[in-house]
């Protein structure tokens, strides 16, 4: 059965960081690409970030480009979101999400994970 | 404003048919393939339809997508009391080089 486990998230203040790990079991970690996928309070959902089996294809959403780091250790079967220049507006679940699509193009998140909370405030 | 257009709202009576609507552009919809998302109360977001209107083992086939030119369509028949949930859209965006959802539409049972 495929897992995935966030965790790492919590209250942080504006311009602080913050680093979400994501736990999968379940699958051949290292054969599939991973996602963020965020969802603040009450709205609607927003990928985040892309990454290929082996780190070398990445993409980001121009709202965390600059500021957020996607990473995976394939011998840990753990992706990772380093997060930096926290903003208000970063409030939200954040989700890793299993890419299965055969390529880098899609929309196709076939497992999630429950979600972390990360709420930045003062 | 979200990439992907959706109507916040859509509803019916058990037992009827429900469609939601998902409009896009060239760069999304009009050329890639078109994904649909369950989310219930309080829970994750689930897969339900993919590649515009293959569903994942599990989905009943009351669930059915389908896509033209720039536009997608979700269709529940017969619904249920348990189909209550927001329904996203999702498309890659080759102009953007992004993964974009629309901005989720809540089904109600009447």
């Known amino acids: 059965e495929v897992q995935l486990v966030e965790s790492g998230g919590g209250l942080v203040q504006p311009g602080g960081s913050l680093r979400l790990s994501c736990a999968a079991s379940?699958?051949?970690?290292?054969?599939?690409?991973m996602n963020w996928v965020r969802q603040a309070p009450g709205k609607g959902l927003e990928w985040l970030s892309y990454?290929?089996?082996?780190?070398?294809?990445?993409y980001y959403a121009d709202s965390v480009k600059g500021r957020f780091t996607i990473s995976r250790d394939n011998a840990r079967k753990s992706l990772y979101l380093q997060m930096n220049s926290l903003r208000v507006d970063d409030t939200a679940v954040y989700y890793c999400?299993?890419?299965?699509?055969?390529?880098?193009?899609?929309?196709?998140?076939?497992?999630w994970g429950q979600g972390t909370l990360v709420t930045v405030s003062s | 404003q979200s990439v992907l257009t959706q109507p916040p709202s859509a509803s019916g009576t058990p037992g009827q048919r429900v469609t939601i609507s998902c409009s896009g552009s060239?760069?999304?919809?009009?050329?890639?393939?078109v994904y649909w998302y369950q989310q219930l109360p309080g829970m994750a977001p689930k897969l339900l339809i993919y590649?515009?209107?293959q569903r994942p083992s599990g989905v009943p086939d009351r669930f059915s997508g389908s896509k033209s030119d720039t536009s997608a369509s979700l269709a529940i028949s017969g619904l249920r009391s348990e189909d209550e949930a927001d329904y996203y859209c999702?498309?890659?965006?080759?102009?953007?080089?992004?993964?974009?959802f629309g901005g989720g539409t809540k089904v109600t049972a009447l």
């Open positions: 590649r515009n209107n």
């Open positions: 999400a299993k890419w299965g699509e055969v390529g880098p193009t899609g929309a196709y998140f076939d497992y």
């Open positions: 060239s760069s999304n919809i009009g050329s890639n393939y």
């Open positions: 999702a498309a890659w965006d080759d102009s953007l080089s992004a993964a974009v």
């Open positions: 379940g699958f051949n970690f290292n054969g599939y690409s």
């Open positions: 990454i290929d089996y082996n780190s070398r294809t990445i």
